[in-house]
Structures are given as structure tokens and as C-alpha cells.
């Protein structure tokens, strides 16, 4: 509790202290963007290359074309920050029981209509009071709380990419590991940067069907294939999610398709999580997901042989990591809380099975 309020206190201290800063700040501008005729600009981070002329903003609200050259409007300023359980990012298998200082600014370079953090995600950075944290700021926070690592999360962290680059670089310099938890659109160049810096990430695929991502995003299915892919290939550690929505992408054929695609493509020992969705933001007139379907999509992946499934905001026994060998249970979860780890040295306890992840 104590932390909790310290925290509260640091970033008002910090909002007080460096509030009158933005008033005369440079704005910090952007990367991956060409300069095109009569001062338009196109921006190349992710798969939407919005077009800009002089002073229009992109698709995630965030990034602008200023005289000819694009700039990143939330660079230094986190919308939201707080000290969770890696637990809740979710990665499972990426030193668990750890704490993890997350931060997020405003802005998305998707339109989910499913959205849980839609208030935020969706806003501009004129809407909204944000915070003053440079880098060095966000690396001191973190240390004075205790945490291992630093979260990227909450909205797409994408879309501030520059202060996100910047954060991972010089936490990897003091020690500190980096999470990078994101819908995984975004193109390959950046990605490629990106994952030098980066230890870890979350990487939603949100459905597995182009008419699923038409028709509740405003994105494609195949960007985000080719994020996983190209994750793989650069040696990025990551965890899967997919948000399992009634009448929406819970058709168990969809389901058994993905898991056949992410076996044949990325391998059989990327932890996937589905996880339970509840109606919100523009898509309110679905119920939550039934937990049968959610067992089903749970049993789906087990016959096609990925070796750690979850259950995500469902309390029950889909939380515990099990051996895929023996079967024993080897990390024990009741919520975002752990229990035992029989885990010593990257394996099983009980059998010896190498078990997939970053453990102490």
C-alpha cells in the first residue's frame, strides 16, 4: 500500500515540477518518414503510411507533419504509470512473480471496436493531462520501485515509438529488462530496430481472418502475421494473446487455424493466452465469453501441440503452467499472484524437461 502511494506521489511531483516545460518544449521529431512534394510527408511505421500535408495528424493522433517533417507529439509524456505484475501483461513465462513499472502514452494506430482501454487509446494528446517523464526519469522510477523491468503498454506503444526506443535503450544500459506489449502492427524496419533493445513482448493477434480485423479493426491480419515472424527471426522472447469474442472470431475452425499457424510458423513453445472479453467501448451488445468457449479454443491448441496455453481473466486451474512432459504443475497462479515455481535452472523440477521462458 505503501508503494502505492508513493508512486501516486512521484507523479505529481513530477507533473508539478516539469509542468511548465511543455509550454517552450521542442517537439522531438519522429523516425521512419519520407519528406515528400510540397511538404507532405509519409510516415513508415507502420502498415497504415499515412499521408500527411503540413500540420495533419496521423491515424494514431500522435504523429504530425509540421513544415515538411513529421514529429512525434507524446515524446516525454506518459498519459499513465504504475507498478504491476508481469503477470498482467501477460507473460507467463518471463521471470514470473516479478514487478513491472508500465507506462503508456494517448494514441493507437488501430480503431478496435472492442477496445478495453478506449478512453485513453482513443484519445489526442490535447484531451487528456499527461506527464512529464523524460527517459531518465522513467529509468529512476523504476529502480526506486523495485522493478525488474519496464512496460510498453495500456494503448500501442507503437505509435510512441521514439520514447519507447529511447526508454528501452537506456534501461538495457542500467540493467533493467523491457516489455513491449502491442497489437503488432507495425512495419518491418522499425520492428527489426525495435528488437535489438527490446527483451520481451506480448503480441496480440486479434483474430485469424482478414474479414475479422475489417470488420473490428481498421487494420489486416497479415502486418501482425508478419510481426510474429519477423519477432521469431530477431530472437525476440514473446507471448501470444488473443482475445476470444462471441460470434466475432470464436468459430473453432478460425481457431484451430491459428494454432496451426503459429506451430507450423513461430513453433510448438510460444505461450499462448485466450483470453475472456467483456463488452466495451463501441462493441457492447455481445455477452461475455462463455467459458466453454474458452476451454474449447484451450483444447483446440492442445491437440495441435502447442505446449503452453492459458486462460486469461478466468480464475481457475488454464492459470498454472504445467510440465509438457510430465504434466506436473511448475509455476502456481491464482490470479496475478504466484504460488510455487518448480523450476530450477530452466527445467522441470520433477522430470527435467526444458521449460520455455526467462526464469531466475
Known sequence: MK??????FLIILSAFLFAGKGLFEVLHEAQFYEQLKNKYVRCDLCPNCCVLKDKEIGICGVRQNNGGKLYTLVYNKPIS?????????????????????????????????????WTISQSRPNEVQAYNATPEQIIEMAKEYGCESIAFTYTEPTIFYEYMYDIAKLAKENGLKTVWVTCGYINEEPLRKLA?????????????????????????????????????EEGMFFEITNLVIPDANDDPVEIRAMCKWIKENLGDEYPLHFSRFFPNYKLTNRPPTPIKTLEMAYDIAKEEGIKYV???????????????NCGKMIIDRSGYMIGDIHIKDGKCEYCGEEIFGKFE
Open 3 to 8: 508503494k502505492k502511494f508513493l508512486i501516486i
Open 81 to 117: 504509470i504504475h507498478v504491476d505484475p508481469i503477470e498482467k501483461k501477460p507473460l507467463y513465462h518471463f521471470y514470473p512473480g516479478s514487478q513491472i513499472l508500465s507506462l503508456a502514452t494517448v494514441g493507437c494506430n488501430l480503431r478496435c471496436n472492442f477496445c478495453q482501454n
Open 196 to 232: 535489438k533493445v527490446i527483451d520481451a513482448a506480448n503480441i496480440d493477434l486479434k483474430g485469424f481472418s482478414e474479414e475479422f480485423y475489417s470488420t473490428y479493426t481498421t487494420g489486416y491480419l497479415q502486418p501482425v502475421l508478419n510481426t510474429l515472424k519477423i519477432a521469431k
Open 310 to 324: 492459458y486462460i486469461g481473466n478466468v480464475a481457475g486451474s488454464a492459470e498454472d503452467t504445467l510440465c509438457p
